[in-house]
């Protein structure tokens, strides 16, 4: 299959405590988080070998922080991959609490 044809979906799975990104159905790959009644703290992410190169991890990035700002939660990028994504697109830096940011080398 050509990967024109190739659809990547982003989904949560509150069940897994995990963001997956799917690409035709299989997936292939996932962040996972710590949830609270206003955060989502990102701890690992994961986009399995067979997978790397089509920048899945980026999708799966900019569209579970797009889902946090959907519920009006916030964010902590404990996971190395997060904090390095929201240091290059700062849209995303609001999301994590004001008094946290320099943390994560985002204030």
Not at 7 to 24: G, W
Not at 45 to 62: C, H, I, P
């Amino acid at each position: 299959m050509s990967e024109e044809t190739q659809q990547a979906q982003v989904r949560d799975n509150p069940e897994e405590s995990r963001y997956e990104v799917h690409l035709d159905g299989e997936l292939a790959g996932f962040a996972e988080y710590e949830r609270d009644d206003t955060l989502v703290d990102f701890t690992h992410t994961e986009v399995f070998e067979q997978f790397s190169g089509k920048g899945l991890a980026q999708q799966l990035a900019a569209e579970s922080l797009d889902d946090v700002r959907s519920r009006g939660l916030q964010a902590l990028p404990h996971c190395a991959f997060y904090a390095k994504y929201l240091a290059k697109n700062p849209e995303y830096v609001d999301l994590v609490p004001a008094g946290r940011r320099a943390e994560f080398d985002l204030a």
